[in-house]
Nanobody, 118 residues
Framework: EVQLVASGGGLVQPVGSLRLSCVSS????????MTWVRQAPGKGAEWFSE????????FYADSVKGRFTISRDNAKNTMYLQMNRLRDEDTATYYC???????????WGQGTQVTVSS
């Protein structure tokens, strides 16, 4: 059974930090590019950070560049998102997404809620 379990969300004050994790099982994690996607209430999904299967290449949307860091540990089948200097507009449900290299095979995890509020 394929599972992507995101965790680490919570309530944090502005300029605070959180670290999200996405633990995967049921597929060969090291063959998949990974993405963090978030959706704020009433808004569309934002694909804001990606890391390739090797972990050597990353992408950040302008909205998070310089504040968030994506990483992965293929030995632990886990992807991470270090979020610093959080803002109110980072409030959203955060999802992890996996896509097999060169394929349309994809998996979604359940979300973890991040709320930034004073």
């Amino acid at each position: 059974e394929v599972q992507l379990v995101a965790s680490g969300g919570g309530l944090v004050q502005p300029v605070g930090s959180l670290r999200l994790s996405c633990v995967s099982s049921g597929f060969t994690f090291g063959n998949y590019d990974m993405t963090w996607v978030r959706q704020a209430p009433g808004k569309g999904a934002e694909w804001f950070s990606e890391i390739d299967a090797s972990g050597r290449n990353t992408f950040y949307a302008d909205s998070v560049k310089g504040r968030f860091t994506i990483s992965r540990d293929n030995a632990k089948n886990t992807m991470y998102l270090q979020m610093n200097r959080l803002r109110d507009e980072d409030t959203a449900t955060y999802y992890c997404y996996a896509r097999l290299i060169g394929s349309n095979t994809e998996y979604w995890g359940q979300g973890t809620q991040v709320t930034v509020s004073s």
